[in-house]
């Protein structure tokens, strides 16, 4: 197991959620993985993207060091959810606050048949919102798995 396998399945599941039940995510725009876009005023506005988008990246990742061997580490992965409406700022919240919602009903306690802890939600934290039209949330999860390393 590695983080990269997670982050593969995370996107797989928001691109189409396989749970009963799941809100339809069709709506969104763009999934990916986040490579550095920046999310000020001026970066959204030569931002190629089509809105509504999510990303996604493996934000932080502790080990914790078992025995001689075996390791247990614990990532937290952030979503971004990124959200346009050109009617206005009030508009564009309430857009990304359908992202947040749905994104946390589609990974919230999910394993993908991965051996790995269930994704726990950590944290929904304001990014980014303008004074005209777009706002964007992070949703922070983290889950654990262990990975041995033979030393020679």
């Not at 580490?73 to 050109?86: G, K, M, Q, T, V």
């Not at 039209?133 to 922070?140: F, H, K, L, N, P």
């Given at each position: 197991m590695d983080f990269e396998t997670i982050e593969d399945a995370i996107l797989t599941e928001l691109?189409?959620?396989t749970l009963p039940g799941a809100p339809d995510m069709s709506y969104i725009a763009t999934c990916e993985?986040?490579?550095?876009?920046?999310?000020?005023?001026?970066?959204?506005?030569?931002?190629?993207?089509?809105?509504?988008?999510?990303?996604?990246?493996?934000?932080?990742?502790?080990a914790e060091k078992q025995d001689n061997i075996n390791y247990v580490?614990?990532?937290?992965?952030?979503?971004?959810?990124?959200?346009?409406?050109?009617r206005g700022r009030d508009e564009a919240k309430q857009d990304a606050y359908k992202i947040v919602?749905?994104?946390?009903?589609?990974?919230?306690?999910?394993?993908?048949?991965?051996?790995i802890e269930d994704l726990t939600l950590t944290r929904v934290v304001l990014v980014y919102i303008d004074n005209v039209?777009?706002?964007?949330?992070?949703?922070?999860f983290q889950t654990s798995f262990?990975?041995?390393?033979?030393?020679g």
């Open positions: 691109r189409t959620p993985r986040y490579a550095g876009q920046q999310f000020g005023e001026a970066d959204l506005q030569v931002l190629a993207v089509s809105f509504p988008a999510v990303f996604v990246i493996m934000s932080d990742m502790p580490f614990r990532p937290s992965f952030r979503i971004l959810a990124a959200a346009e409406n050109l919602k749905d994104v946390m009903a589609v990974l919230t306690n999910r394993k993908f048949g991965l051996d039209c777009r706002a964007v949330y992070g949703i922070e262990e990975k041995s390393y033979i030393g």
